[in-house]
């Protein structure tokens, strides 16, 4: 950013897309490494307004496809540049650092300036900078940055005892900056130490006239008072003296282990951490679970900095993670320490020993490494005093005063892929890579777990990686095979249960019987059976200790293979009974929060589909409780996985299949609405399992998985046995659901006549039972299969009569349906403002799916009648919502707004 915007990959520039691409690198890496909103980066490049979502998504993509997919990350609502060496950064920690040292360490400043200039290419951005208030501000700032290390350059030089050689480059500095005083200063004693006197005092009458000319300001005291000393040869402006030389210092501690030889990856946080320490910053932690590296990051970052403390390096291993034994003492450190940096005995009080310590690594730059450290009192007495430093390394964060705080978490794909390549040999894993990376993903990207596994291969040089990978995949025993001699994950997993409220291991144990991907507070309580305040406290305590990570809505994750070991933990911790009575336990707090996200969304959700399977009180179960619609569907979304591990949980008990029907009935339409089809589809097999329906409420689920499952081979025979099971008994609202779902697959199939002796059937059953209001439903799909059967004014006389008669969701589908056959028969715009329409009431409701299609139609019938921006704009909006909903990639996005017919699958109407 040192002038025109430039991205480098492996030494070569790379060219980012001309306009808003270049602009989007530029603002992220003005906030790295903090995120930009998607609403900032939309108001600052797209200053009319007209940027979407979408289309701030194509453009990521855009970007990541040049760069790479980790260049830009996203965070949330928000976005930020992703690991990348910013040499804007570069140049300003390095000129910071330099000026500091002129004074104490002037030649060494001097070619740490120069480096940091050499850095410079022009104004930054570019014209990038007119264009963006942001932009021009940090360009602004940069230019200020290079004006002061020039000036802290001659600065530097001038101390090392230069004079004459300065004056060309002191001369040109001046004409391009002819308002600094400081280089006017600079040039004037450089000029006066070569002996020239007169040109000397030239140079500050040019000076003042400079001043006075452009500012109508006399110079300051700077000038002014050097000036004087110049007239009267004050010896204090005399060249500084030689260094002089002396005898040698005495040997300093040199504790620092080298760098560990597997450390792989990890170029931020290293880069991060060095920089704080050349800096000038006392403390720098790094936090993590076991088994993340973060004694190996630790010691790369040291080996890395050592030039920068002359004092020397104290190292110690505090133990506080170590499987066996106790964590090691104060006193014993303490005594270490001091003896190293030359006092042969230490003080018997802690306390005293403690004051010595910071006394003696006051004297001259110490750098302390404090690995695996237990507690705060562990770490508290052996910190050093400024200008020394420490690194501490331990599992959790110990609320020390630190400047820059590390969490460590598992390696990136291609790391993680590097690290078994260390230690298991290149060619191997380039001849199996297929099977290196089964290992890799077995492994979790865990550095220890992968150290396991490479030490695992390179004790056997001629055994395939794929017998090592088969191994590993029988998660069974994944933790067995995950030991190499005194290493294995079990054993620092385990660790982080000591010293824990004895309810905490029976808490994790309990995780561990549904393989959730997250536990929110409330379902962790339901399943530990204790109150949900005690459930909070214990999942902190986890989480402290690193075997959870909490996340922003305070749910809790666990890496796999913790989740490994809570799941052996529960076969200890409970028996048979415990663990059925446990999984019902879950099961019932989610089957209430379904109902209660189902209700939310679709109101006057048949009763029928709540009273399938046991009734539940919903405050009993801890029942998750929605303020509207779009809570209940990002619920949904966000629990969908965890859904997935219940209903799998509770399909192993003897009444599974009516449980899971049970979960499934009152979920259908938001699985429909929100596209979860293809995440649901698995929900439905053990309900499915079976030759035929068993009752009515399981013939509605298998009904009901025709809408989710629409490709199943299977549909058409499951519809059969459904509706017989329903016609010989059950709601007659549930019968005609499945007839609506058989008329729905024939509009599908293309069997429009039978699709319309569905819908008319189904359409008697409800009015006949006075249920005129859930009749809409099935009279909005028959408009389809009477356009389908060509009867396109019956099919518009069923949906105008709809439209006036329903409200709602079934309201906004028959407008779609109307609008196509409005566009079919060219009448445009009234096929516009019913798309429109359709697309607001759709979108109002939270049926993201619908609306999504209803745009991208309403885009065609706007291309057809001319409106190109206008079908520019609202097919950008459509696939703004495909995206999101995932019914595209973002690539797939790209490739669709410039050719549209790649894309009918996606939306094409049901």
Known sequence: MLGPLVVTQDGEDVALPAGRSVQLVALLAVAAPD???????????????????????????????????????????????GAAE???????????????????????????????LRLWRGEPFGELAAASPELAAESARLSELHVDALEARFEAALTAG?????????????????????????????????????????????????????????????????E?????????????????????????????????????????????????????SSLVAVAGPGGAGKSALALEVANAVADAFPGGQLYVDLRGAMPDGEPRGVE?????????????????????????LRTRTALSPVLVVLDDAASLAQVRPLLPSAPSAAIVTSRPVLGLPISLLVHLDELSDVEALEMLARAAGEDRVRAEEAAARRIVDACGRLPLALRIAGARLAAAPHRRLAVLADRLGDERHRLDELRHGDLAVRASIAVGLRGLDPLAPRMLAALGVLDMPSVSPVAAARLADVPLAVARRRLDDLAEARLLVTGADESVTMHELVRFFASERAGVEFDDDERAALVRRGYEHYLASVRAASHAFTPDLPDFRMRVGPSVEPRAVLAVEFADAQAALAWVRTEIANLQAVVDGVARLPDGPELVAAMLAPLVRIFDAQALHGPAARMYAPVLERDAPTSPAEALVWADSVVVR?????????????????????????????????????????????????????????????????????RTNLVDALTGLGRLDEAAAVAEANIASSTGMPRAITRCNLAMLRAGSGRLDEA???????????????????????????AAVLGDAGRTEEARQTRAEAVGLAVELGLLTPAAGESALADPSGAEDAFGMS
């Open 35 to 81: 995120p930009v909103s998607a609403d900032r980066l939309l108001e600052a490049l797209w200053d009319d307004g007209g940027g979407t979502r979408g289309a701030l998504q194509v453009l990521v993509h855009r970007v990541r496809r040049r760069l790479g997919e980790g260049a830009v990350e996203s965070v949330g609502q928000s976005y930020r540049l």
């Open 86 to 116: 910013l040499v804007a950064e570069d140049f300003a920690l390095r000129a910071g650092h330099a000026r500091d040292r002129v004074d104490v360490a002037p030649r060494e400043a001097l070619a740490e300036l120069d480096a940091a």
């Open 162 to 226: 230069m004079a004459g050689e300065l004056v060309p480059d002191l001369r040109d500095a001046v004409a391009a900056h002819p308002l600094r005083e400081r280089l006017h200063a600079h040039l004037m004693l450089a000029l006066y130490r070569a002996g020239r006197t007169a040109a000397a005092l030239d140079a500050y009458r040019a000076a003042r006239g400079e001043l006075v000319g452009e500012l109508g300001l006399e110079p300051g005291p700077l000038l002014k008072d050097l």
């Open 228 to 280: 004087r000393a110049i007239l009267l040869e004050d010896p204090v402006l005399a060249a500084p003296p030689a260094p002089l030389t002396g005898p040698e210092r005495p040997v300093r501690p040199a504790q620092l282990p080298g760098p560990d030889p597997a450390f792989t990856g990890r170029p931020e946080e290293v880069d991060l951490l060095a920089r704080e320490l050349r800096s000038g």
């Open 332 to 356: 014993e450190v303490l005594e270490r320490f001091l003896r190293a940096l030359g006092l042969p005995r230490a003080p018997s009080d802690p306390e005293e020993a403690a004051a010595e």
């Open 710 to 778: 629409q490709h199943d081979p299977a549909n058409d025979d499951r519809l059969d046995a459904a509706l017989e099971v329903l016609r010989s008994g059950g709601d007659a609202r549930a019968l005609a659901t499945a007839l609506n779902v058989r008329g729905i697959r024939g509009n599908r199939t293309g069997r429009f006549d039978r699709a319309a002796e569905a819908f008319a059937e189904s359409i008697e059953i409800l009015t006949t039972a006075g249920h005129d209001t859930a009749a809409a439903y099935p």
């Open 832 to 858: 516009h403002e019913q798309f429109r329409e359709a697309a607001r009431e759709l979108r109002d409701s939270g049926d993201l799916h619908m609306t999504a299609r209803c745009l991208w139609h309403d």
